[in-house]
């Protein structure tokens, strides 16, 4: 399919996402297709290892395409979008657990799905320009594709931070908060592509370079002082209290995004931190994802953001109205429909 570029070149098998045009948000048919790539993949011994990334300068993927997501939900048909969620988180454990060296060549813009094809991988490049972002909370989703495993994983509470806000990471940020391993400089990107290609995994060390400063390190004791804890109230209290740039941007960011999906990040994020496993966090996701239409605040955050984009959701629950008993019911197991990987 030309939306995935699959192809063998020396000892690498290459995967190029191409639709440049939509910032190569990935489709149900390219997640299926990859998956099945990465499957004939892993037990071919002419490849050594995967290396995927993105078509056109501006981004790697800047995450999944939910047009049909929105219409199907719209339609009353939820079960699409559960079964489009289950195969990528499918996809996304795939990727966790593969047993070939995966190097990911973050370009650009990496937003939500996108993360999910590239993060979780061995080797995750970043570059001059990346921006690494998990923006679901402004849709009315939380951090998924394991991103909430990620999130936990950070440094202190930056991973609170960053799934709540949807703030972006630079290089040096995404490095900081373990999205990625390595710096090279743009201009080498193409040439090591083509290493990688010749002498495997190994070339990725010499082209690698020291990783650029990260501006949010100069706020972590303040962040993980505002985001302790899971009580989204609390977090913005505490916000409200800086008059830093940084706090009231993070706070503007809180309440532009959905209360609902704030409170269960923070629960989901909080919950993560005990996980050993993509595919725990994954299952756990899954159960927000399962119910997000139907019971969340899925389609008037796409509505807002993709359709209209008038840029104001009208959001049926605010931070003051929201009770204990929402969170808890949005990520509750879902018997006979829990994620199964």
């Not at 990465?38 to 993927?61: K, M, P």
């Not at 593969?98 to 799905?113: D, L, R």
């Not at 290609?197 to 990783?211: D, V, Y």
Request: proline fraction near 4%; include cysteine; hydrophobic fraction near 50%.
């Amino acid at each position: 399919m030309t939306d995935l570029i699959c192809r063998i070149e020396g000892r690498a098998g290459r995967v190029t996402l191409n639709r440049p045009g939509a910032l190569n948000a990935l489709t149900y048919d390219m997640i299926l297709a990859l998956e099945a790539q990465l499957f004939a993949w892993r037990d071919d011994r002419a490849v050594e290892l995967v290396v995927i990334d993105g078509s056109g300068e501006r981004a790697f993927c800047a995450g999944g395409d939910i047009q049909d997501l929105y219409q199907t939900g719209r339609d009353g048909d939820f079960a699409f979008g559960q079964a489009f969620w289950a195969d990528e988180y499918r996809l996304n454990a795939l990727i966790a657990g593969y047993p070939k060296p995966y190097v990911a060549m973050m370009h650009g813009f990496v937003m939500g799905g996108g993360v999910g094809v590239s993060a979780l991988g061995s080797h995750r490049v970043v570059t001059d320009g990346t921006q690494v972002a998990m923006p679901e909370c402004g849709i009315g989703l939380i951090p998924d594709v394991g991103g909430t495993l990620l999130l936990a994983r950070a440094p202190g509470r930056l991973g609170a931070y960053l799934g709540t806000t949807g703030a972006r990471m630079g290089p040096g940020e995404a490095i900081l908060a373990g999205f990625a391993d390595a710096y090279v400089p743009e201009a080498r990107m193409q040439e090591l592509g083509v290493a990688l290609s010749i002498e495997g995994i190994g070339a990725l060390e010499e082209f690698t370079a020291p990783q650029p400063e990260a501006a949010v390190a100069a706020h972590l004791e303040e962040i993980d002082t505002a985001f302790a804890g899971t009580d989204a109230m609390a977090v913005l209290a505490r916000l409200d209290a800086h008059a830093e740039a940084w706090a009231v941007s993070a706070a503007k960011a809180l309440r532009r995004n959905c209360p609902l999906s704030v409170a269960c990040a923070l629960e989901a994020i909080g919950r993560a931190a005990a996980f050993a496993r993509f595919e725990e966090a994954l299952a756990l996701e899954y159960r927000f994802s399962a119910r997000c239409m139907e019971e969340g605040e899925f389609l008037e955050g796409v509505r807002a953001a993709v359709i209209d984009k008038d840029r104001a959701p009208v959001w049926a629950t605010s931070y003051e109205a929201l009770t204990e008993g929402q969170v808890v019911g949005m990520l509750a197991p879902l018997g006979e429909m829990e994620l199964r990987l």
